[in-house]
């Protein structure tokens, strides 16, 4: 009897949406050959990482047991599952495969980052399959809200595993391949052991709609609009883009594509050949001179980001272009959750300068890019799984997928990040678990959760900075009154004085009393100032600060 195991193992991704990151192994147990499944980003925001560039998943287990790793394979573009590609590819050092349009994103990420862009290998789609190890890996197509997106078919010796990556049931997806329920069945007629898969929707009741369903509505929108239109989606829904500007085009008005993600992604498309027609679009200097009633603006921010396009037009003008009272704004995408703040601030402003803003509320105007629970049961229904992995989602997700699963009479568990599952026997286990959390790109450097420099950004956020000054000579005697600098508290505090004076007053009047021992500690000095600066601002402002202490010695 084989001693060797199939284990499934999630570095990030389940229990939370974004940086999904994905390990399957088969094998002598903790000898097990390895493959990784989707390597990608989320994104940072001002309440828990301000500063933050991008979030990545913490690999250090895969990168301590690389010698094991055969391959990684990404599901599709989306920057939530290519996003870390570059940034860690030279810590893994294996080949990583996708499909024509995936792999044409992850070479610019290579290359940004300075990497070989021949680290990325391109494959076809199912039924050719790259062998990694024991693994062979097949790109099952499947609809979702960017080209060319893949379940993964992965064969093993202890039996076939679908991974469903981002995924919903389109048969009539507007670009890209449909989904194909006779192609599923046939992939799994011999038996699938576990399917692992998307639990984003799974609280959607209905079934979910096609792409092809919002076309119709986004052209009366347009053609009926007597002023300009400005439109945001997701750059990467190719398919929505093309919607938008094939509205627009009908409608008799010239295109512009305005922010460099939504440029790239259509120049990604064209070249890979995914969009064998778009419509003619014009350049941003070109856009100025047209009237307004025969303009169509695509432009990037549809999450509020505040560099992209969106956010600048909110501001006032981007590229020499500005709205004005009586244009249209359509928000033709879903607002995820954290982003709403940044997405009300956009349309406040627009409503300041008497824009007529549309967004998805009524649900014309957009349909999700993944399986509603309706979606998920058919899925089911055509693999026939002996179990089902929830990924993909919150842990609410998971544990809802798991009982959905469950109730359907087949194996199940939530499994969140670190949670290594034996996937060998009838049902699921349990079988170890590992350190996992994640990694911040901070301007240049990647730095740990850990390593407390976002901590200490958050609590001066909170609370504000004093630094006190103090030098002594080489006696250890204070020369002169301690000094400070405030940034990011009150000037004047409940003695009607300014802080600085009533702080420099306190620590000055402990210096004059403090004990010679304490005056020749520095570690001694330096928390005792600490303390007395913080407790003073708490009198006068109600607040403690950070403090920053510097002892310098004469000598």
């Not at 390895?34 to 895969?62: A, K, N, Q, R």
């Not at 994103?105 to 039924?127: N, Y």
């Not at 500690?521 to 402002?541: G, P, V």
Request: hydrophobic content about 40%; glycine content about 10%; proline content about 5%.
């Amino acid at each position: 009897m084989s001693s060797d195991r199939l284990i499934y193992l999630p570095l990030g991704g389940a229990g939370e949406i974004g940086m999904n990151a994905y390990v399957y192994g088969y094998g002598p147990e903790d000898q097990e050959r390895l493959i990784l499944v989707d390597l990608g980003v989320t994104f940072s925001d001002m309440d828990t990482s301000p500063g933050v560039d991008l979030i990545f998943p913490d690999i250090t287990w895969l990168a301590e047991n690389k010698h094991r790793l055969e391959a990684v394979f990404i599901t599709h573009g989306h920057e939530d599952h290519v996003g870390a590609v570059g940034h860690y590819w030279d810590r893994l050092g294996v080949p990583v495969y996708a499909r024509a349009f995936t792999a044409n994103l992850a070479r610019h990420k290579m290359a940004d980052r300075g990497q070989p862009e021949e680290g990325i290998q391109t494959v076809s789609a199912w039924p050719e399959v790259t062998k990694a190890g024991p693994f062979s890996v097949g790109f099952l197509p499947v609809s979702h809200s960017i080209p060319e997106s893949a379940a993964l078919v992965i064969d093993t010796p202890a039996g076939r595993v679908i991974h469903s990556g981002d995924f919903k049931l389109d048969e009539t997806p507007v670009v890209g391949e449909p989904f194909d329920p006779e192609l599923w069945a046939s992939v799994s007629k011999g038996g699938v052991k576990a399917l692992i898969c998307d639990s984003t929707n799974v609280f959607s009741p209905h079934a979910g709609r096609s792409e092809s369903s919002v076309g119709p509505e986004i052209e009366k929108l347009v053609s009926d609009a007597p002023n300009m239109v400005v439109a945001t989606t997701f750059a990467s829904n190719v398919a929505r883009v093309k919607t938008l500007a094939e509205a627009g085009e009908r409608a008799g008005r010239s295109i512009c594509l305005m922010g460099r993600a939504m440029r790239r992604m259509i120049e990604a498309s064209i070249q890979t050949g995914v969009l064998t027609s778009f419509p003619k679009v014009v350049s941003p200097e070109d856009a100025r001179a047209i009237p307004r009633e025969n303009l169509m603006l695509l432009v990037t921010g549809s999450q509020g980001e505040r560099r992209a396009a969106s956010a600048q037009l909110a501001r006032g003008k981007y590229n020499g272009i500005e709205l004005k009272e009586g244009d249209l704004f359509l928000f033709s995408s879903k607002t995820i959750p954290g982003n709403e703040r940044g997405v009300i601030r956009i349309v406040n402003q627009f409503s300041e300068m008497g824009v007529d803003v549309v967004d998805d509320n009524s649900g014309a105007y957009h349909v999700s890019g993944h399986a509603n629970r309706p979606d998920l049961e058919r899925l089911q229904d055509i693999v026939q799984p002996q179990m089902v992995i929830p990924n993909h989602g919150e842990h609410r997700h998971l544990r809802e997928h798991a009982k959905l699963s469950l109730a359907r009479g087949r194996g199940s568990l939530v499994a969140v990040n670190g949670t290594m599952v034996d996937l060998t026997g009838d049902a699921p286990m349990v079988c170890g678990f590992v350190e996992t959390g994640r990694t911040y790109l901070d301007g240049s450097v990647h730095i740990g959760a850990m390593d407390g420099v976002v901590r200490d950004r958050i609590r001066m956020a909170l609370n504000g900075h004093v630094v006190v000054t103090v030098i002594l000579d080489d006696d250890d005697e204070p020369l002169g009154e301690a000094w400070c600098e405030i940034k990011g508290l009150s000037e004047q505090g409940r003695s009607n004085a300014p802080v600085i004076d009533v702080l420099e007053a306190d620590l000055s009047q402990f210096l004059g009393r403090a004990s010679e021992k304490t005056l020749g500690d520095d570690d001694k000095l330096e928390m005792e100032l600490r303390r007395i600066a913080r407790n003073t601002c708490l009198d006068e402002i109600g607040r403690k600060p950070e403090v920053t202490v510097i002892v310098s010695r004469l000598s």
